[in-house]
């Protein structure tokens, strides 16, 4: 099946730094990819949809100039949490579906948590 | 707009019983649905899908997941549960949008197996 990585898979940081998530297709390529985020004990809420070529579209609430999201090639995309506080300690989890597929399967990767201190 | 109910947050449940985790939808359009199963620290994996066709799809893992349109539901199902099915779950659907999709999920239901 379809492989989706993430890097690095766990990271603490100082308040204010600014860190950098990679999400990788490793077998497919994919025109989109999904940032979700994940509190503890709740479900996944996604955050903003990532266009290789284009800009990334936010949810409602989610701040573009916080999360910045780049789509550089078909099987690369990195969120980038600026200015990092503690409210944004969070499990952060990608998602990918085949650019070949219609039937809107996605591929998640391990997900990343992010503790800010 | 798309929802998904997931109206039990946990289920506890002895090892080799039975087992059912609900999920109910609601959408304007057709749909597909998914159940996924986390392990802690871990990302998703997929358990099922229904796109079309039968409606009842069987998964990895000894799942099974009946839509029933009617109702609006996707309840997952096990005939025996092992300790190793501990876990949380999720229901999730999602819909197409020309380019690409948006997965909508539950809030999740955590399965307890005790032996």
């Known amino acids: 099946g379809a492989v989706v990585s993430q890097h690095p898979s766990w990271v603490i940081c100082k308040s204010g730094t600014s860190v950098k998530i990679e999400c990788r297709s490793l077998d497919f390529q994919a025109t989109t990819m999904f940032w979700y985020r994940q509190f503890p004990k709740q479900s996944l809420m996604l955050m903003a949809t990532s266009n290789e070529g284009s800009k990334a579209t936010y949810e409602q609430g989610v701040e573009k100039d916080k999360f910045l999201i780049n789509h550089a090639s078909l099987t690369l995309s990195t969120l980038t949490v600026t200015s990092a506080h503690p409210e944004d300690s969070s499990f952060y989890i990608c998602s990918a579906p085949p650019r070949t597929t219609l039937n809107n399967e996605q591929f998640f990767g391990p997900g990343t948590r992010l503790t800010v201190l | 707009a798309q929802s998904v109910t997931q109206l039990d947050s946990q289920v506890p449940v002895f090892e080799e019983a039975p087992v059912e985790l609900r999920c109910n939808y609601s959408s304007s359009v057709s749909v597909y649905l998914f159940w996924y199963v986390q392990y802690p620290n871990q990302g998703l994996q997929l358990l099922l899908k229904?796109?079309?066709?039968?409606?009842l799809v069987k998964g990895i893992n000894g799942f099974e997941a009946e839509f029933n349109k009617s109702q609006t539901s996707f309840h997952l199902r096990k005939p025996s549960v092992h300790i190793s099915d501990t876990a949380e779950y999720f229901c999730?659907?999602?819909?197409?949008?020309?380019?690409?999709?948006?997965?909508?999920f539950g809030t999740g239901t955590r399965l307890q197996v005790t032996l």
């Open positions: 229904y796109l079309s066709g039968s409606t």
């Open positions: 999730a659907v999602s819909q197409y949008t020309g380019t690409a999709s948006k997965l909508t």
